[in-house]
Nanobody, 124 residues
Framework: QGQLVESGGGLVQNGGSLRLSCAASGGTFSAYGMGWFRQAPGKEREFVAAISPTGGGIYYTDSVKGRFTISRDNAQNTVYLQMNSLKPDDTAVYSC?????????????????WGQGTQVTVSS
């Protein structure tokens, strides 16, 4: 049974940066596609970024392109989300997730395992 634990969230000023980490255990990390999703208060969960098992495929939602970078280290069983030029609209709980089978990286329903989430708050 896979487990995912996020870290790195916090409070940052408008224009600042944060780096989120997601440590995986209990499975073969290199076999999983990994994604980051976020949910703001009163809003639905939305896709942020994803990376294929080998890192050859990377996907972003339009609103974070050019500002966020997803990466992974299969030797460390960790996926990262570097977030630069943060905006107040980026404020949300960020969760990482793992998917094993084929299917869209953009859909949360394709992910089998989820972390508990980490809060990111961007002040204006």
């Amino acid at each position: 049974q896979g487990q995912l634990v996020e870290s790195g969230g916090g409070l940052v000023q408008n224009g600042g940066s944060l780096r989120l980490s997601c440590a995986a255990s209990g499975g073969t990390f290199s076999a999983y596609g990994m994604g980051w999703f976020r949910q703001a208060p009163g809003k639905e969960r939305e896709f942020v970024a994803a990376i294929s098992p080998t890192g050859g495929g990377i996907y972003y939602t339009d609103s974070v392109k050019g500002r966020f970078t997803i990466s992974r280290d299969n030797a460390q069983n960790t996926v990262y989300l570097q977030m630069n030029s943060l905006k107040p609209d980026d404020t949300a709980v960020y969760s990482c997730a793992a998917k094993l089978f084929t299917g869209s990286y953009y859909s949360s329903t394709k992910y089998a395992y989820w972390g508990q989430g980490t809060q990111v708050t961007v002040s204006s």
